[in-house]
T-cell receptor, first 115, second 114 residues
Framework: ETGVTQSPTHLIKTRGQQVTLRCSSQ?????VSWYQQALGQGPQFIFQ???????GRGNFPPRFSGLQFPNYSSELNVNALELDDSALYLC??????????????FGPGTRLTVL | DAKTTQPPSMDCAEGRAANLPCNHS???????VYWYRQIHSQGPQYIIH???NNETNEMASLIITEDRKSSTLILPHATLRDTAVYYC???????????????FGSGTQLTVLP
């Protein structure tokens, strides 16, 4: 059983640019959640995708958007990058979001630096 | 989801048991206690979760008090590789159309000393 993978590992962008981060979910999982972790803080929930639709969102502006594909992989897109977007972006996959304990398994993360 | 309180840091000698406490006094009946850990700059790693009974797996044991207001994660024989930030999270069941995200606090920095 393959785990959650993310790409790229590291990324450097400049303010105002756009970025796309990718996540492949663990085999058998149909739900992907994205988190942002600023330096020295715990991860903060961005949004979750289930069956290719957004299934919940945290307190993040609309310039954070996502997609989920039929194979359950997912993308996180951030437009108009700001310096404060510099963080570790984490993807977590799980089996079913409804009526279960839905344990989430995390990928290694993508380190984004905005200059 | 209920709020949790953890000590900011703990030390443990290598080979000894590490006991990490967590208070969750406002937990409700259908909320689970989850533990994750995060080794520096890596993704969080799932450790264990439970509702009201004590749980054990290959990584750790979870002891939940009878009133469910607190819990303890036990690493029976800590090694240097167990040095990490440990997060205690209380989380309810997902419902149709509603995501159940993990709400991370500051966690406990466990340092295993040689």
């Amino acid at each position: 059983e393959t785990g959650v993978t993310q790409s790229p590992t590291h990324l450097i962008k400049t303010r105002g640019q756009q970025v796309t981060l990718r996540c492949s979910s663990q085999s058998g999982h149909n739900t992907v959640s994205w988190y942002q972790q600023a330096l020295g803080q715990g991860p903060q929930f961005i949004f979750q995708y289930y069956r290719e639709e957004e299934n919940g969102r945290g307190n993040f502006p609309p310039r954070f958007s996502g997609l989920q594909f039929p194979n359950y992989s997912s993308e996180l897109n951030v437009n108009a990058l700001e310096l404060d977007d510099s963080a570790l972006y984490l993807c977590a996959s799980s089996r079913n979001p409804s009526g279960t304990t839905d344990t989430q398994y995390f990928g290694p993360g993508t380190r984004l630096t905005v200059l | 989801d209920a709020k949790t309180t953890q000590p900011p840091s703990m030390d443990c000698a290598e080979g000894r048991a590490a006991n990490l406490p967590c208070n969750h006094s406002t937990i409700s009946g259908n909320e689970y206690v989850y533990w994750y850990r995060q080794i520096h700059s890596q993704g969080p790693q799932y450790i264990i979760h439970g509702l009201k009974n004590n749980e054990t797996n290959e990584m750790a044991s979870l002891i939940i008090t009878e009133d469910r207001k607190s819990s303890t994660l036990i690493l029976p024989h800590a090694t240097l590789r167990d040095t990490a930030v440990y997060y205690c999270i209380v989380r309810g069941l997902s419902s149709s159309g509603s995501a159940r995200q993990l709400t991370f606090g500051s966690g406990t920095q466990l340092t295993v000393l040689p």
